[in-house]
């Protein structure tokens, strides 16, 4: 069904009846007998108000007149959230023993700094050496939060984690999946990885780390920087 001008967006409204004006114009300078390069005239007008149209987003190429309206944002790609205050933070290490990792260098993956990070310890293989099955950094909010969204920030590429809802230590939910259905993720070689989740209500994420990347001639994970985004309840 053709939607009526009415039901467009209101920056492609203002586009298409700018468009719908100067095809007018152009039509009544033909039908008044406009001589020589009058209809040439109109016809570079249209033009220069669909480049416009085009080059200021509100529209793209293609669609009945050459141009459509700009579509908007995946899903993926849209605002991802307000930013969710972290305000507790610790190191999860079960089967550790003692049962912690650098828990005094927590606060260097909250301080803002890139610079700073809290690491694992280093390891043999990128398996824990086989003396655990993984280790974690907890974040709480403030509140239970619908989170959709996870920005990590780390000097070592490579080593993989899941994500869990909850709290520490018993109350955490099975592996978060991610908008594709992926649950297990990877630090990007670019120092930044973006995980976006299916919505998921939460007082905090458990970000257990279940394999090592190569550091330092061994293994290790480190955390400069993390960062949550959705909403508060």
Known sequence: MRRSLQ???PA???ALALLLAVASGCGSKAATGGAGGGGRGGGAGMAVVAGAAVATGMLQLGGPLGVRPDPPDHPSTAAAGAAIPIVDAANFDPEGSPPS????AVGSALDGDP???WTTDHYDT???GKLKDGLGLWVGFRADAEVT?????SPVPGWSFELKAGRLPNDLSTPLAAEDGRTTFQADASGRTVVVLRPVSAPGLLIWITGLGPDEGRFAAAIAEVSVQGSAS
């Open 101 to 104: 990792e650098h828990p005094e």
């Open 7 to 9: 039901t467009r967006p």
């Open 126 to 128: 990128a398996d824990f």
């Open 149 to 153: 969204r996870l920005v990590i920030r």
């Open 12 to 14: 492609v409204r203002a």
């Open 115 to 117: 610079t700073t990070a």
